[in-house]
């Protein structure tokens, strides 16, 4: 179990093409006007010291972006998929614990993330969650908690060729727990989702 909030940094994994939802997903506005980087990295800063952001390093040569230079964290990995994103951050701070997720989660919540916190055993590499459909089981990987003590098997890994994160968490004394709402950890990446989700924000929070 982690005590202590300055053992912890976050990590919002936003370094994808959004190529499926049309529009960059850093940028749209799920909650009232508040762009849903800034919504997700205020919402990891109640559990961390610090709060960073992966993007690419076309997203960080944007000189539209909204995001301060200051925050975000260059994937210095070129189309692994988010491990690039992981594996840069723990390059730069490799003795934190990372508390992280990705850009496109809206529905998270505080009780999402301070279940893993609190879950989270002494001797476990990290922790994510879990769920079952139609009687299989399902590694859900963000959100997730990954310790310092992973480091270097995540470095491993990488310069071995190995990027799928479920190969990666397998290899890993990764903890498991089971999601109680999966709804709150499902990814946004088409238009058609993101707009279920605007209906039901709307039927659950009418003006």
Not at 109 to 136: M, P, Q, R
Not at 175 to 194: D, G, S
Request: glycine share 4%.
């Amino acid at each position: 179990m982690i005590t202590h909030r300055s053992k912890i940094f976050g990590l919002v994994l936003a370094g994808g093409t959004s190529q499926r939802m049309g529009e960059n997903k850093s940028s749209i506005k799920y909650h009232q006007d508040i762009p849903q980087w800034k919504w997700t990295m205020n919402l990891l800063k109640h559990f961390c010291q610090n709060v960073f952001i992966s993007v690419s390093r076309d997203q960080y040569n944007d000189e539209e972006s909204a995001i301060p230079k200051s925050l975000e964290i260059i994937d210095n990995y070129t189309s692994i998929g988010p491990i690039g994103g992981i594996a840069s951050a723990m390059q730069i701070h490799p003795n934190v614990t990372w508390l992280i997720s990705t850009i496109d989660q809206p529905a998270m919540n505080k009780k999402t993330l301070s279940h893993l916190i609190t879950s989270l055993v002494e001797d476990a590499h990290g922790i994510c969650y879990f769920e079952h459909i139609n009687s299989k089981t399902f590694t859900q990987p963000f959100p997730c908690i990954l310790t310092s003590a992973c480091a270097k098997q995540v470095f491993d890994a990488v310069e071995g060729g190995t990027y799928s994160l479920q190969e990666i968490f397998n290899s890993l004394k990764i903890q498991k727990v089971k999601i109680k709402n999966p709804q709150e950890i499902r990814n946004l990446n088409t238009q058609k989702e993101k707009n279920s989700f605007w209906t039901r924000q709307q039927k659950n929070h009418p003006d």
